[in-house]
């Protein structure tokens, strides 16, 4: 066995260069090679107690996994991975491994934390190049599980119930299974090649994706009962988008993220001659401070925006980002206009049709300057409005990306289904909801978060619903 790595820095990511990338729609990191992961994973000092494992949501093996890398067996370290993360290439890539995992690793008190989301993509990766072996599943049970929504906590939940034996099918409302990871995360942070094969590695573990179907119109949770399905999951994240309620926010030019991603990442209206319109060019003001809003604002600048801005009402240390998506926003030329909040959206009517003010195109934002008060009843300071301090940026699109809500229909065609005040749905420790044999998890109970924490949330309900179903 080689010497420890004592290095108080991570290896660093391989990245394309900032000027390059900013213009097209490839990975913009790299992933390490196996020397490289084999000296990060020397920096693991094998901890007894294990500390970064109580920071993973799905509680992946992470001493074990990475004691593998040590001696070369990267399909060993894989398979560790995959017995309680059924998306390991995807997490390796989204997971905010900063504030989870490597924030408990010894490791990060006198420097920086094991690169652990770096060694897990590499692993899955490596993984994906090298082998077709899928997890192995217990006998079928003849029992059948349906999951609601193809996003991470839905695919999560999939894969431990089929683990189990459950015969599992899961509807997708959309075209292409994957949830969020395929219409909500870019290309160039999540390559959709890298959501196909982790799906594909579902389906060879005999999950049925059934897409184009919506619960709550083409079927209900009733009728799946009624079909013969002994317990149903509702994954199906929270794809409503939230508005300002400031003027303006109708004129032509103005998006949510999530309309603005899902044309440029679901239906390829980066492509020259698209059948999906979508902004090209022009200058851009994308409101907002999370990993939403970077990705929109990059993509925008992929589209050809001539100057793309982040206005945010609060400071650089309270955005809610990764540090990471940030850095690469801004070596990439994306302004942050900070302490700024947006007050009107500016534009003029369409010269073909004025009697409608629909038409109208934007031509600018008007904002506000901040300052930063007392803090709230989370801890954060709140953000003040300096009174006279109005301007305008001059942009010729707009997209708010300031969260999102769990879409109504499901509750609204399923009697017995509690929410909360903010549409989520609502659910004990173990997933369970207020009507018996229905489970939920990830965005549809907690708003717009994480995809690890869906993950966590789909990996405890598949476990309740074993529990539910073994006594049935």
Known sequence: MAKANMNPTKNPMPTQDALVRARNFEEVAIGYDEQTAIDEALRCLSCKNMPCVSGCPVNIHIPEFIEKIKEGDFEAAYQIIAKTSSLPAVCGRVCPQETQCEAKCVRGIKGEPVGIGRLERFVADWHNAHSDAVPECAPQNGKRVAVVGSGPSGLTCAGDLAKAGYSVTVYEALHTAGGVLVYGIPEFRL????????????????????????????????????????????????????FMGIPGEALKGVYSANEFLTRSNLMKAYLDNPETPIMKGGRVAVVGGGNVAMDAARTALRLGAEKVYIVYRRSMAELPARREEVEHAEEEGIEF?????????????????????????????????MELGEPDERGRRRPVEVPGSEFILDVDTVIMSIGTSPNPLIKSTTDGLDVNSRGGIIVTENGATTKEGVYAGGDAVTGAATVISAMGAGKIAAAAIDEYLKNR
């Open 191 to 242: 390559p959709k090649s890298i959501v196909k094969k982790e799906v594909e590695n579902l389906r060879a573990m005999g999950v049925e994706i059934v897409p184009n179907v919506i619960i709550g119109k083409t079927l209900t949770v009733d009728e799946l009962f009624q079909m013969g399905y002994a317990a149903v999951f509702i994954g199906s994240g929270a794809g409503l988008p939230n």
């Open 337 to 369: 206009r900070l302490l700024c909040n947006p007050t009107e959206i500016l534009g003029y009517d369409n010269p073909e049709d004025r009697r409608d003010p629909k038409n109208g195109f934007v031509t600018g934002i008007k904002c506000i300057r």
